[in-house]
């Protein structure tokens, strides 16, 4: 089986080159300078214990590549991106595996005909040179958990855990794969809020941060329950992440942001808040639910990325004072 990485950004670089240090045949979807880099030198994957150069085919557009019906195509691309990426491959009978954030990717593949299959990823990596990326989970470079969409395991599903299992991964096939995605973009609401206020706060305004994001949570579980959305509980997540998947300093680097903060600080101008934040404001409509926190975390932090501003630039009192009571 070959894997095409859809997206070789933070988490797709560590996925694809960790896949092929373990020996599997590996194709990296880039762009800009990012792919003329890997391209040229390889990608650079700096982990906890070892630093890896994958010299791997990388190409620039999605409608040059060449798959078979057989082939796993790994989607990694934030999901501003996905209808784009989808639209342009030059053929439709192949298996998707959408490996990001939210829980809009595997509707976007399974409109379009491709075989879909939902991963909840739990990977801290951090993407912000050109070429270089940091896998900075320990023991396990990330938790992987897959299943079809819009439930249930097969055969592929199988193959394509125990291949991310040989590489460095937690990976299982999960029946109810969906249920863990939800639950992940619950964690994925502070997203927005880490990239506008940053870190370097006090613990006045670290506690303002901690009300808006129970906040954001609180509006997306009522709009869960008022949708008949079932979601994997915070004990059945800390069971299974348990200790597999530690965020762990790489040549002496931290983790500095999440993948909006990332965003922010390489000067990307779109982010996938839209997906996150925006499927909570969605949901809301749609069952009469109100969410004035995730529909403000979504407007300041858009605005934010559009006027490229960095990430840290607002305090958190001030969002704090744009929502309502």
């Known amino acids: 089986m070959r ?10 670089a560590t996925i694809g ?43 620039t557009d999605p409608g040059e590549l060449r798959y078979d019906a057989g082939d796993a195509l790994l989607l990694t691309t934030k999901t ?27 509707r976007l593949a399974a409109r379009r005909g491709f075989d879909t299959y939902g991963v909840v990823v739990m990977l801290p990596a951090v993407f912000l040179e050109p070429g270089h990326v940091d896998a900075q989970g320990s023991p396990h ?20 855990a125990a291949a991310l299992a040989a590489s460095g991964f937690v990976s299982e096939p999960e029946p109810w794969v969906m249920t863990w ?4 973009l619950l964690r994925n609401l502070g997203n927005s809020l880490e990239a506008l206020t940053g870190h370097d706060i006090d613990d006045a305004e670290l506690d303002v941060v901690r009300d808006i994001d129970a906040r954001a949570r609180a509006e997306a579980e009522e709009c869960y329950r008022a949708a008949g959305i ?53 949901l809301g409509l749609q069952n009469g639910v109100a969410t004035p926190v995730n529909r403000m ?29």
């Open 141 to 160: 470079s990330g938790l992987l958990d897959l299943g079809r969409y819009p439930y249930g395991v097969d055969d592929r599903a199988i193959a394509v």
């Open 3 to 12: 894997f095409v990485v859809l997206g070789a950004g933070a988490v797709g």
């Open 17 to 59: 080159g960790r896949l092929a240090d373990a020996g599997y045949d590996v194709v990296l979807l880039a762009r800009g300078a990012h792919a003329s880099v890997m391209a040229r030198d390889g990608l650079r994957l700096a982990m906890p214990d070892r630093v890896i150069t994958a010299r791997l085919p990388v190409v």
């Open 297 to 325: 975390l979504q407007r300041e932090v858009i605005d934010l990325a559009r006027q490229g501003g960095a990430p840290g630039s607002r305090r958190p009192s001030d969002l704090l004072a744009l929502l309502p009571g």
């Open 80 to 106: 501003q991106d996905t209808a784009a990426v989808l639209e342009a491959l030059p053929r439709r009978d192949a298996a998707v595996f959408c490996m990001q954030n939210g829980v809009a990717n595997e």
């Open 181 to 184: 995605k939800y639950a992940k």
């Open 230 to 282: 079932d979601w994997a509980s915070d004990d059945e997540w800390s069971a299974r992440r348990g200790m597999q998947v530690q965020w762990t300093p790489v040549e002496g680097r931290d983790r500095m942001g999440g993948s909006t903060w990332q965003s922010l600080a390489r000067g990307t101008r779109a982010v996938e808040a839209d997906y996150l934040n925006g499927e909570i404001v969605l």
